[in-house]
Structures are given as C-alpha cells and as structure tokens.
C-alpha cells in the first residue's frame, strides 16, 4: 500500500514525540479512574474489563485495539456488522454524534458501559495504544476489520495517510455532518491541514466533545 500521503519525515518525529509525552503523563493522571473503572466492570457484568479488538490502522497493518468492556461477554457481532454495512452503502445515519462504532439502544450494552460510552471513559485504555506506536493522540478513528473491508477505494485514504488517532477533527466538529461518507471527508480534510498546532487545538476541544457526549465513537 502506498506511502505518499503520510506525514512528512521531518514532522512525524515531534508527532510522536508529542504522543509518547501526551499518553504517558495521561495514563499517570488516569491511573486512579482506570482503576476504579476496571473494578466497577468487572464487579458489575461477567467477563474481562478490557475489550480486545482487532483494527485497521495505518498502511492497512492490523492491530490490537484497547477499550474497557461495554458489553455483555459473548455478544452477537451480527447486530454491528449490519449497522456498519448500512451505514458506509449510504443507509445509516452519523447524527447522533456517536460515530460509526457505537449504536443507540444495542440491547448488548450493559448498564455501566452506557455511562461509559457517552462521557467517552471506556476509551482511556487507548493510551495505551497510542503509548505503543499503534495510534496517535489525534487522527481518524481505526476502522473495524468487517468495516474495512466494505470501504470504497477512496474511503481507504483515511487510514494510509495518517496513524488512527484516539481524538480528531471529527469527534469535536462533525457532529452536524450525518453520513459516513462526510465522516471520511473531515478524515482527508485533517490529513491536509494537519500540524502539531491543529492537533493541539483538536485535544483541547476534545474535553467539551467528549461530556457533551460527541466524541463517542
């Protein structure tokens, strides 16, 4: 898969110096709501307190993906895989804010992870990710293998241009825009205007996204 798009040599070393610092410092913050987290999960529903997942990230290289569990232990995948082929053929709808990743009302969802997943806490675990080189504090969010599979060519660019990202362009201004199509074009438009100063703006934003439930995905 090809290369060309991705971000230029001389400002993926300060891009990922600003991960190592930024997911670093954020997992020691964290460390006590991680905890109290991964208790609560594992006291109020059967099964691991981390939900482990394969993704696409960038040049189409597959990893393992963090998220605390949300979910009842031995779901049907069945549910999403057709929320998702709805969705990217043009029959879904993005407007809730909540992303491609997340349904309203799945009957797979525990208690605790409803909360979790609006105030966007089942996400923190990524740090981890982002700490491991898989992810980048901001870029478009990793798409499921099932997912993947359906894009059109175009749809690949959003992940061979950049590294995923826990946080981006989408989570905190694309709420208004309704389609999955119009998800993978703030996707592109961030590959083009990205720099460590638009990163910067998008993570002080995310805060605001993710209690005003937007930054769901």
């Not at 895989?81 to 909540?98: C, H, M, P, Q, S």
């Not at 349904?103 to 996400?123: M, Q, V």
Request: glycine fraction near 10%.
């Amino acid at each position: 898969m090809s290369r060309r798009h991705a971000i230029p040599k001389h400002g993926a070393p300060v891009k990922r110096a600003m991960d190592i610092v930024g997911s670093f410092i954020a997992l020691l913050l964290f460390l006590p709501v991680l905890a109290l987290i991964g208790a609560l999960v594992k006291l109020t529903s059967k099964g691991p307190v981390l939900f482990c997942q394969k993704r696409i990230g960038q040049y189409g290289k597959e990893f393992t993906f963090f998220k605390f569990r949300t979910m009842h232990a031995d779901n049907d995948p069945a549910i999403h895989r057709e929320y998702v082929t709805r969705l990217i053929a043009g029959g879904g709808d993005l407007g809730n804010g909540k992303g491609i990743y997340k349904l309203i009302n799945d009957p797979r969802i525990t208690p605790l992870g409803r909360f979790l997943r609006r105030s966007s806490l089942d996400e923190l675990p990524q740090f981890i990710n982002v700490l491991m080189g898989d992810m980048s504090l901001v870029g478009p969010r990793p798409p499921l293998l099932y997912e993947y599979e359906r894009y059109q060519t175009w749809h690949k660019r959003r992940v061979l241009e950049l590294k995923p990202g826990l946080t981006g362009l989408w989570q905190v201004e694309g709420r208004s825009r309704k389609t999955f199509d119009e998800m993978v074009r703030m996707d592109l438009r961030y590959a083009h205007i990205h720099s460590i100063w638009v990163d910067l703006r998008i993570i002080c934003q995310t805060p605001r996204a993710m209690f005003s439930g937007r930054g769901a995905c």
